[in-house]
Antibody, heavy 120, light 109 residues
Framework: EVQLVQSGAEVKKPGESLKISCKGS????????IGWVRQMPGKGLEWMGI????????RYSPSFQGQVTISADKSITTAYLQWSSLKASDTAMYYC?????????????WGQGTLVTVSS | DIQMTQSPSSLSASVGDRVTITCRAS??????LNWYQQKPGKAPKLLIS???SLQSGVPSRFSGSGSGTDFSLTISSLQPEDVATYYC???????????FGPGTKVDIK
């Protein structure tokens, strides 16, 4: 069974750095694309970027390019979403999700979400 | 940049009603269109991929159609458990700001 398990909720101050994780299991980690989605409070879904762990091919939405870093560690089957300097506007639920083998398939596998709160 | 729009933004219908949500892309995305259901406090769930392929385990009252720029999701007989927000997503290009449509909130009248 494919599972994506995300790290726990975070409370941070503006300007702090943060790295949240998404651990994949039940499949060959290097062969499935993994993407990240933001959902701000009471708002819709925004796709942020996607990575192919096999070769670290990463594609970012223009809205998030330069704002976050997506990476993956094959040795521990984990993908990451990272900020170097958080802003209050980064407060949101963040989901990792996977379309499986083909990046243009529907995203059939989802993590449970990580709530990030940024407040002074 | 591919823009995704959905209509209506919300709807209220009776149990048993036929409900249709439309999604439009600003340029052709072939059949790279997926539909998701999100219930409050939960992660989204993939219902339909490739415009019309129903995912395993999804009730047959859900169906999708369309190609190019115009797509629709239909619930043939609305049930109380279908109360949710529905999103379309284009997977034609990841170099677009707009992967997901803005969503359609479905309620029971």
């Amino acid at each position: 069974e494919v599972q994506l398990v995300q790290s726990g909720a975070e409370v941070k101050k503006p300007g702090e750095s943060l790295k949240i994780s998404c651990k994949g299991s039940g499949y060959h980690f290097t062969t499935y694309w993994i993407g990240w989605v933001r959902q701000m409070p009471g708002k819709g879904l925004e796709w942020m970027g996607i990575i192919y762990p096999g070769d670290s091919d990463t594609r970012y939405s223009p809205s998030f390019q330069g704002q976050v870093t997506i990476s993956a560690d094959k040795s521990i089957t984990t993908a990451y979403l990272q900020w170097s300097s958080l802003k209050a506007s980064d407060t949101a639920m963040y989901y990792c999700a996977s379309p499986g083998l083909n990046w243009n398939d529907g995203w059939g596998f989802w993590g449970q979400g990580t709530l990030v709160t940024v407040s002074s | 940049d591919i823009q995704m729009t959905q209509s209506p933004s919300s709807l209220s219908a009776s149990v048993g009603d036929r409900v249709t949500i439309t999604c439009r892309a600003s340029q052709s995305i072939s059949m790279y269109l997926n539909w998701y259901q999100q219930k409050p406090g939960k992660a989204p769930k993939l219902l339909i991929s490739g415009a019309s392929s129903l995912q395993s385990g999804v009730p047959s009252r859900f169906s999708g159609s369309g190609s190019g720029t115009d797509f629709s999701l239909t619930i043939s007989s609305l049930q109380p458990e279908d109360v949710a927000t529905y999103y379309c997503q284009q997977s034609y290009s990841y170099y677009s700001r707009h992967g997901f449509g803005p969503g359609t909130k479905v309620d029971i009248k």
